[in-house]
Every structure is written in C-alpha cells, then in structure tokens.
C-alpha cells in the first residue's frame, strides 16, 4: 500500500528531483591522511557536544560513514550558527561560508570544510542539496511567521529533508523510490522540533506555527506572548489560563496526530536504505517520535519545561523497526507515495 501523498509535497519532490540530477563533486587530488583525520575527529567532537540525540543515533553506522555524517552534521551546524551568531551581517557570513564549504578548494587549517570535501567526494553527494539546506536556513534571516502548513513544509524541506538526502548518499539506497520518504521524514523530524520549541523560538521573534491553524483554534500572537513571556529576555514564562488552556491544548492535538501520520507514512522507507545504515535511522527516528508521544502525554504543555524524549521506549521502538526492515526483500519494499513518480520526473520546480 503506497503512502497518502499531501498537496505540499508535489513541490517538496521536484526539487529533490533537481537536487538528484545536479553532478557531485569532482574528487579532485587526494587529501593528506593525516590532515583528514584529524579533521574528522574535529567533526566528531562537534557532533558529540552539540548534537547528543544524533550523536547516539550515529554511533549506530559503520566507522566510515559514522565519521562521514558527523563531518555533515558540523556542516549543518556551523550552517545553522551563523544565522544566530554572526553579528550584524549574517547575510555575508551565510555567503561566505557557501562559497568556502562548498565551492572553494579546502583549506587544511578548516578542518569542517576539509572533512565535508572529503565526505562529499567519497560518496558522490549531490552539492545541491547542500545548497538548498544553506539556502532553507537563510530563511530564517527574513521569514517570522508562516501563513499555512504548504509554506511550513516548504522550510522543513530546506532545513531538515536536505539533511535526509544528503545523508542518504551516505548511508546508501537502493534507488529513487527513497526520496519520498526521505523527504517526509525530514519534515515530520523537523515538525517535531518546532512542536517542542516554541517558547525558545518565540524568544527569538519567530513563530512557526501555521498561522491559519492558529486562528482555526482561536489562536494568536497575543495568546503565545502570553504563554511565553516576553521575546527580549528576562521574567519567567506566563502561562495559558481558563479557555485559552483548551484552545492550545486542543491545537496540540491536531498538531501531534498530523505528525504521527507523517512518521507512520514515512518508516517504511526505512527499507530502501542499505541495511547497515537502517538501525541509526530507526533509532534517530524513534527518538524524535518519543519527544512527540512526551509533548502529547503532556497534553501539549510545552511551555512549563523542555520536553524530553523517553529513550526507554525509543530504542525497542528502533530495534523493532530495524528487524522488520531487514527482513523485507527488495520486491516487498514499501511502493513509494501515490504520484511521487510524476512528481520525481518533473524538469522544473514550482
């Protein structure tokens, strides 16, 4: 039975058409070995003190591509820091750092930079993917607020699912048939994320909440001030009282059942991955479901404290998923989602 594909997803797909079809860098002359490892186990620690879920998910991978994940994942980190942490004009930081990541020769003393050539060349990643996902989080240098779930699948493509793609060349797959998972797994992945964080991300001027769903549930800027506190610092968080309680409450609701349909239509292409790579992604997968299934046994109190994942329940949940998708052949793989051909065949994107 083939996934329910959604309207968002048709634009999702063509451009993870594009990004396929674009070359993969040239391998060029080959790195000092030295300089590489040392480079990698830079890669590493970043990944270790900044990223600890993705960090255990990838301790999971063999040797080779564990290293290789982690050098995208201080990529994606240095990538996603300059929005927050480049001063006055982050717009140049965020120009600079594509053209030395990604289109100038490594240098050795930029050990990310050197361990992400390395990565790119060795397994062929397409560069635009990498692209995409700098140009996915630029967005937030000029985008607060998101009018419906289409536009807000459209930023989780370009912060989460170019990770999924990028990490696919990693990991390795059987064929295109794994795009469209990829792509819905990265935007139930990064749904979660702004579920949980709300209050963080209020503090920092943005909403991303669909708008029209807010307003749907009686929902408004003035109810999430009030929720949160206010966006500059200081003073503890307020919190929903009387109606508003259940109008938030009842968003919630909606919110957490989308994204477990999402993660539901999204697991079976846990298949189309080499088997080495199936248990990190299960396991990665399992531990974002657990922060969803904390938000919803909270009743989607988000505000009161941080939630976390119950990682007594992810990692049975992963290993489950792991067994099974070790055991379907390639002929009982899951089809892809209804029209994702049409839509992976596409020349042009929306």
Known sequence: MSAQQYSWERRLLAWAA????????????????????????????????????????????????????????????????IIDRAGDQPEVALAAWKQRSLVAPPAPDDPVVLAWADT????????????????????????TRYASFDDLAAYC??????????????????GREAIPYAVKLGVALQITNILRDVREDWAAGRVYLPQDELAAFGLCDADLAAAC???????????????????????????????????????????????AGRFAIAAAAGLYRDILEAIAGRDGDVFSQRVRPRTGTAVPRAIGLWWQSRRLPVDARAAPPAGASLAMDLGAVE
């Open 18 to 81: 594009e990004g396929l079809e674009h070359e993969s860098p040239d391998p060029g002359p080959a790195l000092d070995a030295r300089l590489l490892d040392a480079a990698y186990a830079y890669c590493d620690e970043v990944a270790r003190r900044q990223g600890r879920t993705f960090y255990r998910a990838s301790d999971l991978l063999p040797v080779e591509k564990r290293r290789a994940v982690r050098a995208l994942y201080a990529f994606c980190r240095i990538t996603d820091d």
């Open 120 to 143: 790119r060349a060795r397994y062929r990643i397409p560069t635009a993917y990498a692209v995409q996902l700098i140009d996915g989080v630029a967005r937030d240098l000029t985008t």
């Open 157 to 174: 493509y370009g912060v989460a699912s170019t990770v999924g793609l990028l990490s696919m060349h990693i990991i390795g797959f059987a």
């Open 229 to 275: 506190g206010p966006t500059s610092g200081g003073g503890a968080p307020g919190r929903f009282e009387g109606e508003a309680d259940d109008r938030w409450r009842a968003f919630m609701r909606f919110q957490v059942e989308r994204n477990r349909e999402l993660y539901a239509e999204a697991t079976p292409g846990i298949a189309w991955l080499d088997p």
